[in-house]
């Protein structure tokens, strides 16, 4: 009764179950059509029904207006998360699973400078030579064969070369992340699951949860990671120049100015986890589908194509990030697959301390306020047509209608998110995508192979070519003929 009638959420319209009990939101996010991970759609609907401001579930409301995420997600006040997300993807002291904004702050602090847009176009030739690398083995051992286009970016994402010499480019990490996938769910609606399988000895989950075991076998070679760097970073004093203590974010972290308790291996195991994860995942999901759509498509391939062709005649040398990012086409190409990949799709529920207002609605302070990236890029008014890949709307910077107050269209692209807790590895993934698509483009003919627009449809948030492949039985497949 008190959540129906009394609750000062209870005048937001919205279902009456989802306000009265929060296994109206387990329903969609673990059973419905048999897959879970559905209530970013249901939402899409209450919305349609109920207007821009739903409450979603007892505590939490959605927002659907693009004028509103600059104010959620803000720069200036750094707002909570719900500790409930900590252990979503069961690394809870990683960045975006850290609930307290002052704490976040200080994690955050630590890890920037290794991700600023100089020293991403300084790491750029490193990318570039993994690329080539790509390149080399795709001519030499893949040449008019199939070969599933979602295991490429794997390579250029992982900050190791290593992936590259597996077969069909297959790598544990991508096992592992898929094993985060999915018990996401789950340990999002049941937070003690999660809690109950940190505490189990690893052996003890392997047995009841075989598909951890690549989760387990991820977080033991993290945690050797940070080992071996802070054995490297110990044996030399902290004002001590030296190549081998400067090689690696963690490096870098452990000689930070960060208070002794943040430089413990589980925490420094779980941003390893979450770097190396969100990385590739993401990074993954935008490529594939940028690729599929450009050679599915023969104009926009054939325009590509001709600028990559004018400005590096020769296709050994691609050229530099900088220069390529200054390519109009390729780039709204990278645009338009980072917005219908979506990024990370589910809601982001901020906790502001001060109350807010949303049109008549007052929302108290401690509610779980929510928008997402779906509801974002798929704003008809915005994105006509959202669905369709066209990088043409990318191009001679476009405004937003005077609706949304003729702002940049960039504005509303949210793929990485806004404010204090936007991706850490923005300027990262610009790089991976742009180098992938302009090497892999430039360098040979694609043709798809028995696959279809179906096979990169999102069929569940999360981002999804894995669960697409499950779900679907097929694998998006293409020929390459040089
Ligand atoms: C196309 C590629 C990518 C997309 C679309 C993407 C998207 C996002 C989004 C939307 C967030 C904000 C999440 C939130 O509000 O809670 C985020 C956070 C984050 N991303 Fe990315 N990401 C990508 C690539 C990367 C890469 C390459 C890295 C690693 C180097 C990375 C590491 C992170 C981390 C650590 C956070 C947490 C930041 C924080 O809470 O301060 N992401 N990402």
Not at 149 to 165: H, I, Y
Not at 389 to 414: G, H, K, N, T
């Amino acid at each position: 009764a008190y959540r129906v009638w009394f609750h000062p959420l209870a005048s937001v319209p919205g279902p009456r179950l989802a306000g009265l009990t929060y296994w109206y939101e387990s329903y969609y996010e673990l059973l419905h059509r048999g897959l879970g991970g559905q209530y970013t759609f249901k939402i899409q609907r209450l919305h349609e029904e109920y207007g821009p401001i739903v409450r979603i579930n007892p505590g939490e409301v959605h927002i659907d207006d693009p004028c509103f995420y600059s104010q959620l997600y803000t720069y200036r006040d750094g707002f909570d998360k719900p500790e409930h997300l900590k252990w979503r993807f069961g690394s809870p002291s990683a960045l975006f699973s850290t609930p307290g904004h002052h704490i976040h702050k200080v994690r955050r602090s630590a890890q920037d400078p290794f991700f600023t847009k100089s020293r991403i176009l300084k790491l750029a030739p490193e990318i570039q030579v993994k690329a080539d690398k790509m390149c080399r083995r795709l001519a030499k051992d893949f040449s008019d064969q199939q070969i599933p286009p979602t295991s490429l970016p794997n390579s250029l994402s992982t900050g190791t070369l290593e992936f590259l010499d597996h077969s069909m480019f297959e790598s544990p990490f991508v096992k592992a992340i898929r094993g985060f996938k999915d018990i996401a769910h789950p340990c999002t609606q049941f937070p003690w699951l999660a809690r109950i399988f940190a505490s189990l000895p690893s052996w003890v989950v392997r047995i009841i949860q075989p598909s951890m075991s690549c989760v387990m076998d991820f977080q033991d070679e993290m945690r050797l990671l940070v080992r071996t760097a802070q054995a490297e970073v110990n044996q030399h004093a902290p004002d001590e120049k030296d190549i081998k203590t400067d090689r690696t974010i963690f490096h870098g972290i452990l000689r930070s100015d960060l208070p002794k308790e943040e430089l413990e291996v589980e925490i420094l195991k779980d941003h390893a986890v979450s770097l190396i994860g969100a990385g590739i995942a993401s990074a993954q999901w935008t490529l594939t589908v940028a690729f599929y759509h450009i050679i599915s498509n023969k104009e926009i391939a054939c325009r590509l194509k001709d600028e990559l062709e004018t400005s590096m005649p020769d296709e050994d040398n691609i050229m530099s990030l900088e220069k390529l990012m200054q390519l109009p086409y390729l780039m709204s190409c990278v645009e338009e697959g980072l917005r219908l990949a979506c990024g990370q799709m589910t809601r982001s529920p901020r906790i502001p301390k001060k109350p807010m207002q949303y049109g008549k609605h007052f929302l108290p302070p401690d509610t779980l306020i929510s928008m997402d990236t779906w509801h974002m890029h798929h704003n008809s008014a915005l994105f006509p047509d959202s669905f369709a890949f066209v990088p043409e709307r990318w191009l001679d910077q476009p405004l937003s209608p005077a609706m949304y107050q003729s702002r940049p269209l960039r504005y509303y692209m949210v793929s990485f998110g806004k404010g204090t807790r936007h991706c850490i590895g923005m300027n990262l993934a610009y790089a991976e995508i742009t180098i992938g698509l302009a090497s892999l483009i430039r360098r040979f003919e694609w043709e798809l192979w028995e696959t279809s627009h179906a096979d990169v449809e999102v069929v569940r948030d999360l981002i999804a070519p894995e669960v697409v492949k499950t779900s679907k039985g097929v694998r998006m497949l293409v020929r390459l003929g040089k």
